[in-house]
């Protein structure tokens, strides 16, 4: 009986130490593969940030500009602006005072570099908990 | 009057499953009446039959363009051909979730009125399938009717379907996907039948086999058919974008591919038990958690559906008492499910037992990658997002030790060990041709090949190998081949391998271009020939016209753009060419300033080869229904 549960104990014991390990290995993965999603009034332009990061924000009005293969606009969440550029041709859902989203990173000139761009299709622009009606409102 | 009366047979049917499972408990739990049992299974035959009455009264007023139903209203019109009226039906919350109910119902009535009603659990089986059914339908009729009207001002003509909607892809993919994610209801309340019934003796997943390969082959079609479509259609250029929409559909499908192969070992060993019960269980919950996702919108995704917390709020308080309930009654019989068999080490099962750890490994990790953001913003200010390269780092090791697992499973045999030696003299051809035909890929390529890629190729090969040296050795022994079997894991060895391919070798350029401009790269040349304006019924286009030529042969490419009046919304169509290899990709962008164009070429390689894949898949386990298993 004493065996028995001692044998119990620990696969119990193992099985633990196998999950953690595991979880550990997923999380370390993760902190180094994830992007910070921010939107334009949380970057800091006397601290850019020097990593990759995902960008939220509406595509302010008379901002878009093409130039060769380059787009160049402004995301806002009205009350900071980021002016963003991007090679390519954007998603048909891209236009002003629409929702878009961005992965790239701050170039020296304060330009954030994109090297993906996504339009949203529904009528969340913003990233998640901040409300755009309260932003209308006030 | 028609809408009302379409309305009322749902109220019906929901009231009449009810009725059924309250019968049903009653009898249950006295004396287990014979006529009261008829009773049980009758009214819930007749409420199924109310709710399909009242999805093809629905159908009819979609066909019909009855726009005083505010869902029609606002998603058909009258100008579209009636296939798109009727796929507008689940082209949003509401309608697509009185798909997925009736097809639920569609299911568990099928399979009820298929088993024999003297079989030991009939009763709880219906008990189960109309407490589930009258759950959904509560949640449909109070929270996000499709039934609701406009009156006495009835709109005359529709908003209409969103075009990229328009698609016969589209029509047909959540369809498919509906009846892949719901078939698992049968497996799921079967064993929770099961398991409360008590009898552990009963071999339950006999009958339960055919209809989770069913449901498996109708999964895997439609998550095809989703990213064919995102791919031609959306203009994405891809084929799987780690996206949470796409990751909470490919969870299920881990987990049923987890499950059906497990119930295989049961099957041939009689191990495995209570892990292929779990299995069952889990498929259908993570279908549900799926569905919760979609549909609460608590996940930032790029595409997500409906962002309404009421609804949020019910699928969670029922998907996880759903869940509970069903963790809660396997606990509770795991002691007495206690299996003497245990598996062998070496033998067939043990292989199919590792490669099943791996799935749950792997619906894990995506687990936490799409909970990560929502779990990091409870703790912090800011938010974050996880991408492809998160799951890629983590999907790349799994499938390595998966294929490996695969090719040395493929010689080995049920509830007995091979010896090593053997085993290592099996897996050596399939192992040097794989590693020989990656190196020549490394060796041969213009681009670098990265480790995940390399692991890829390797992988696909030698998955591929290994049967084609089983198969190849048919042809001169009379040795027993399981067709099916064979033909899936191609599909998938295939898979892995396109995948690679795909990644290393596809180019993609953004392009400026004027008339008569062209661009030349490699011994491809591309030439920018005009550009016409038209218009059409209800849309207006620009299209440009474009000559890709390439080593002789000539390709005429036709990408547009367009402007759809009722809505003013723009959509690109992509014109793809396609040879052995790859598909020729290209998209219109803007005009700018001096009068020139926007282009992305893409050359997609291997690409019809993913699909292909999938279509081998899906291929093989229907074969399974035909062919004969020895």
Known sequence: MLEHRKNRLKNIF???????????????SLNSKIDLYLSPSEIDFQNLPTTRIKLGGVVKKNSIRYEQTLVNFTLTDFSGEIDVIFEGIPPDLFKENSGAVVLGRFSLNKLFVAEELFAKHDENYMPPNKNISSIYDS | MIPEFSHLLAILSAGLMLYSSLIGIVNHTSDKSHKLRQLTHNTFNAAAFFLFLSFAVYIYLAIQDDFSVAYIASHSNSDLPIFYKVSSIWSAHEGSMFLWITFLVGWLWLFINHTKNDHEFFELIIIFSAILIFGFLL????TSSPFE??????PLNGADINPV???PALAIHPPMLYLGYVGFAIPFIYIISFLINGNFAFEWHREIKSWSLFAWAFLTAGIGLGSWWAYYELGWGGYWFWDPVENVALMPWLAATAFTHSMHALNKSKVLKSWTLFLGLSVFTLSLFGAFIVRSGVIDSVHSFANDPERGLFLLIFVALITLFALTILVIRMPKLYNNKTVVSGS????LSLNNILMVTSIFSIFIGVMYPLIYETFNS?????????YNTIFAPLIFIAAIIISISINSSWQRTNDLKKIFKRFFVPGILSVLSTYFIYTSSLYNLSLLQAIGFFSGFLIIFSYLIVMFNKLFDKVYLNWPSTISHLGFGLLLLSIAANSTFSIEKNLKMNIND??????SKLTFNNIQFGNEDNFERIRASLLFIEN????QLTPEKRRYFTRGQITSETDIKSTFLKDIYINIGEQIEDNSWTFRLQLNYFIKWIWFSIFLMTFGILMRFFVRAQ
């Open chain 2, 518 to 523: 062209s661009f030349e790269f490699g011994s």
């Open chain 2, 348 to 351: 067939k099962e043990s292989y």
């Open chain 2, 149 to 154: 009207r406009i009156l006495p001002v009835t």
């Open chain 2, 552 to 555: 002789g042969k000539i390709f």
């Open chain 2, 165 to 167: 909607l328009q698609d």
């Open chain 2, 139 to 142: 949640f449909l009729l109070a």
């Open chain 1, 14 to 28: 193992l099985i633990l130490l196998c999950l953690s390990i595991g979880v550990g290995f997923i999380l370390y």
């Open chain 2, 382 to 390: 800011n938010s974050v997002s996880v991408g492809p390269p998160f």
